[in-house]
């Protein structure tokens, strides 16, 4: 059935791979790297085949339930809840199979070469074959209980792979910071299934959406507000966006594919599949759209004051998932342009990051751009890659980040009443802030006078780190023409996220295409005046309140602490006193009756003088009280 029954193969074939790695220890050095990249080679083979099988099946047989191993059988079966193993293949799960498997093989290739000297390379493949079996997992489930078991997974991936180097502390608990923060987004994701079983509609996807209108508006709301709070946590949408700058820890290739082209993107995808619960909350689909707003905002301002190329990427993701989340929460009119942006984001967004790696790699693993200057001529290559995935990113046309980007600031102008203007603007201010800080990197990085010390000597990376950089910057230049051929991705998606709901903008389109390319213009000239006409000062110069602010990330750690960790802190130590003076009083009470029975003991001495007294004693007693009450009589 037009490639289907690969889903379980696609899965399973990685986690094969990565339990493998694992288990051989350091006998597989040598060679556990490349059967990683083989095992991705796979996946992407099985991949295309669904996709390519889907394209020519009819379309009225699109889409399949593939259940493993055996149908029928229930994989949780308690009381009412019964869960079978299925996946489901369908126009969404398969193009999130193809860019998580196509991205994926690409960043396998560059970490061979990349990750060359490190002594761990083959536990570092390991993680990321398990993290690609995890991702490709989340999207191909068939019900929220399958889906939680990736979504866990890709957290425990990422926790790995960001701490990574481990020897570093800063670098550990940049990893503990990314999985704390995640756990708190997955409390959401299990009070929505939660709520959903107590419904009676079962944790399938199939039941689910399709008695979505049934739940109630109340109901749905709270699902609704659930499934994005877990969102948040994944995709770093605020107010759960704070691990993700510190998640640069890592390794550049892991950068490029977890925070580039998957795990961030899969809280854009549990929205888009949930759809239905969102349609029938007006209000938490409000929500969504407002969160994904302020996130492109934020993200974008915190863009302009990083020096770090990684950090300055970092942000830049955070604000372009913020698109994504824009769109999702515009309803039916915006769900196919968010999964359009996420596609092409994850080409130029992972030939950015790789880009970044590459210029790390020659510049001896230096993060600082007031470093760097003048590697145009140093890295060609570098330099021709990273400048088509900055254009990309621009919205240039017609390069790929114009053909999806645009859709969704043309989208959020639609609507009614004051709506249209706050996200409308909010989306093509933050294309005019995306155009600064990109272009400041890209000066900074590549052009103007050489900032480096005389003892460095950038050179290319090897044929395995330029390849995929060439690739990917191919897709930049290409895939969002592409993916509007035909039908386009729209059409593709269609029977499972519906036609998109044409409305006129508020704006008239071409005035709306002006006013972007406008913004972004001003945007990349006032980056070449301050990065370029000007010198670059080595040191960073303390800046304004705002300056000093953005390269604090707006205070977002110390938002976290005063209103989360203190009074955490605080709880906790209450609950310990108090649970200290409940077992004090329980202990006490043990002591007592232990002490008495201790001194009763000793009245049991087995002399029988001892007991005559003890009797005749009672007796007496017992005599004067009755006397007593004669008396009183």
């Given at each position: 059935m037009?490639?289907?029954?690969?889903?379980?193969?696609v899965?399973?074939v990685?986690?094969?791979?990565?339990?493998l790695?694992?288990l051989?220890?350091?006998?597989?050095?040598?060679w556990g790297?490349?059967?990683a990249?083989?095992?991705?080679g796979?996946?992407?083979?099985?991949g295309?085949?669904m996709?390519?099988?889907?394209?020519?099946?009819?379309?009225?047989?699109r889409q399949?339930?593939v259940?493993w191993?055996?149908?029928?059988?229930a994989?949780?079966?308690?009381?009412?809840?019964?869960?079978?193993?299925?996946?489901?293949?369908?126009?969404l799960?398969?193009t999130?199979?193809?860019?998580?498997?196509?991205?994926?093989?690409l960043i396998?290739l560059?970490?061979?070469?990349?990750m060359a000297?490190?002594?761990?390379r083959?536990?570092f493949?390991?993680y990321?074959?398990l993290?690609?079996?995890a991702?490709?997992?989340?999207?191909?489930?068939?019900s929220?209980v399958?889906?939680f078991?990736?979504?866990?997974?890709?957290g425990?991936?990422?926790?790995l792979?960001?701490?990574?180097w481990d020897?570093?502390?800063?670098n550990?608990?940049?990893?503990?910071k990314?999985?704390?923060?995640?756990?708190?987004g997955?409390?959401?994701?299990?009070?929505a299934m939660?709520l959903?079983?107590?419904?009676?509609?079962?944790?399938g996807?199939?039941?689910?959406l399709?008695g979505?209108?049934g739940?109630g508006?109340g109901?749905?709301?709270?699902?609704?507000?659930c499934?994005?709070?877990?969102?948040?946590g994944?995709?770093?949408?605020?107010?759960?966006?704070a691990?993700?700058?510190d998640?640069m820890?890592?390794p550049?290739?892991?950068?490029?594919?977890i925070h580039?082209a998957?795990?961030?993107t899969a809280?854009?995808y549990l929205?888009?599949?949930?759809h239905a619960?969102?349609?029938?909350a007006?209000a938490?689909q409000?929500?969504?759209?407002i969160?994904?707003?302020?996130?492109?905002?934020y993200?974008a301002?915190v863009?302009?004051?990083k020096?770090?190329i990684?950090?300055?990427?970092a942000a830049?993701?955070?604000?372009q998932?913020?698109?994504?989340?824009?769109a999702?929460?515009l309803g039916?009119i915006?769900?196919?342009?968010a999964i359009?942006?996420?596609?092409t984001?994850g080409f130029?967004?992972?030939g950015l990051?790789l880009g970044?790696g590459?210029?790390?790699?020659?510049?001896g693993?230096?993060?600082d751009?007031?470093r760097?200057?003048?590697?145009?001529?140093?890295l060609?290559?570098?330099y021709?890659?990273?400048?088509?995935?900055?254009?990309?990113?621009?919205?240039?046309?017609?390069?790929?980040?114009?053909?999806?980007?645009?859709r969704?600031i043309?989208?959020?102008?639609t609507?009614v009443?004051?709506r249209?203007?706050?996200?409308?603007?909010?989306?093509?201010?933050?294309a005019?802030?995306?155009?600064?800080?990109?272009?400041?990197l890209f000066?900074?990085?590549?052009?103007?006078r050489?900032?480096?010390d005389?003892d460095?000597?950038p050179?290319?990376?090897?044929w395995?780190?330029?390849l995929?950089?060439?690739?990917?910057?191919?897709?930049?230049?290409?895939?969002g023409?592409l993916?509007?051929?035909g039908g386009g991705?729209?059409?593709?998606?269609?029977?499972?996220?519906?036609?998109?709901?044409?409305?006129?903008p508020?704006i008239?389109?071409?005035?709306l295409?002006?006013?972007?390319?406008t913004l972004?213009?001003l945007?990349?000239?006032?980056?070449?005046w301050r990065y370029?006409?000007?010198?670059?000062?080595?040191?960073?110069?303390p800046?304004?309140?705002a300056?000093?602010a953005?390269r604090?990330d707006?205070?977002?750690?110390?938002?976290n602490?005063t209103?989360?960790?203190?009074?955490?802190?605080w709880l906790?130590?209450?609950?310990v006193r108090?649970?200290?003076g409940?077992d004090?009083?329980f202990?006490?009470?043990?002591r007592g009756?232990?002490?008495a029975?201790?001194?009763?003991?000793?009245?049991?001495?087995?002399?029988?003088?001892?007991?005559a007294?003890?009797?005749?004693?009672g007796?007496?007693?017992l005599?004067?009280?009755?006397?007593s009450l004669?008396?009183?009589?």
């Amino acid at each position: 059935m037009f490639g289907a029954s690969l889903a379980p193969w696609v899965i399973v074939v990685p986690l094969l791979s990565a339990t493998l790695l694992l288990l051989a220890g350091r006998r597989a050095d040598r060679w556990g790297h490349w059967l990683a990249v083989a095992a991705s080679g796979a996946c992407l083979l099985g991949g295309a085949v669904m996709v390519t099988g889907m394209w020519r099946a009819d379309p009225a047989a699109r889409q399949a339930l593939v259940s493993w191993p055996t149908s029928g059988v229930a994989w949780i079966s308690a009381g009412d809840l019964r869960v079978p193993l299925e996946l489901r293949v369908d126009q969404l799960s398969v193009t999130f199979v193809l860019l998580v498997t196509f991205v994926g093989f690409l960043i396998h290739l560059y970490s061979v070469s990349y990750m060359a000297h490190d002594p761990d390379r083959r536990r570092f493949f390991a993680y990321l074959n398990l993290f690609v079996a995890a991702m490709l997992l989340l999207v191909l489930s068939d019900s929220f209980v399958l889906l939680f078991v990736g979504w866990e997974g890709v957290g425990l991936a990422s926790y790995l792979l960001i701490g990574f180097w481990d020897r570093v502390p800063a670098n550990a608990t940049a990893g503990k910071k990314a999985f704390v923060m995640n756990r708190i987004g997955d409390m959401g994701l299990l009070a929505a299934m939660a709520l959903l079983f107590a419904q009676g509609h079962g944790l399938g996807f199939g039941p689910v959406l399709a008695g979505a209108s049934g739940l109630g508006e109340g109901t749905a709301t709270a699902v609704g507000l659930c499934l994005l709070l877990a969102a948040c946590g994944k995709s770093a949408q605020v107010p759960l966006q704070a691990w993700l700058g510190d998640a640069m820890a890592g390794p550049t290739p892991v950068s490029a594919l977890i925070h580039a082209a998957t795990m961030v993107t899969a809280g854009v995808y549990l929205v888009v599949r949930s759809h239905a619960i969102f349609e029938a909350a007006p209000a938490a689909q409000l929500v969504v759209a407002i969160v994904g707003a302020i996130t492109l905002l934020y993200g974008a301002v915190v863009g302009c004051a990083k020096d770090d190329i990684k950090k300055t990427l970092a942000a830049s993701t955070m604000s372009q998932i913020g698109y994504m989340m824009l769109a999702a929460g515009l309803g039916p009119i915006g769900y196919a342009f968010a999964i359009f942006h996420l596609v092409t984001h994850g080409f130029f967004k992972a030939g950015l990051f790789l880009g970044a790696g590459s210029v790390m790699h020659a510049m001896g693993d230096s993060t600082d751009m007031r470093r760097f200057g003048g590697l145009s001529r140093l890295l060609p290559v570098t330099y021709v890659t990273m400048g088509l995935g900055w254009l990309a990113i621009l919205g240039i046309p017609p390069l790929s980040g114009f053909w999806s980007k645009d859709r969704i600031i043309e989208a959020a102008f639609t609507g009614v009443g004051l709506r249209p203007w706050v996200f409308g603007l909010a989306a093509l201010l933050g294309a005019g802030v995306t155009a600064f800080y990109m272009t400041r990197l890209f000066f900074m990085t590549f052009l103007g006078r050489r900032r480096f010390d005389d003892d460095v000597h950038p050179a290319e990376g090897s044929w395995l780190m330029r390849l995929p950089m060439i690739i990917l910057a191919a897709g930049s230049v290409a895939l969002g023409w592409l993916l509007t051929l035909g039908g386009g991705i729209t059409g593709w998606l269609a029977p499972v996220l519906g036609e998109p709901q044409h409305q006129e903008p508020v704006i008239a389109a071409p005035a709306l295409l002006a006013a972007t390319l406008t913004l972004v213009l001003l945007g990349g000239l006032l980056a070449w005046w301050r990065y370029l006409r000007s010198a670059v000062p080595v040191e960073a110069p303390p800046g304004n309140l705002a300056v000093r602010a953005a390269r604090a990330d707006l205070y977002q750690d110390n938002f976290n602490e005063t209103l989360v960790a203190v009074p955490g802190r605080w709880l906790t130590r209450g609950l310990v006193r108090s649970e200290r003076g409940v077992d004090g009083a329980f202990g006490g009470l043990g002591r007592g009756v232990a002490g008495a029975g201790e001194r009763l003991r000793r009245v049991q001495n087995g002399y029988v003088r001892t007991y005559a007294a003890t009797a005749i004693g009672g007796l007496l007693v017992l005599t004067a009280i009755v006397l007593s009450l004669i008396g009183r009589g």
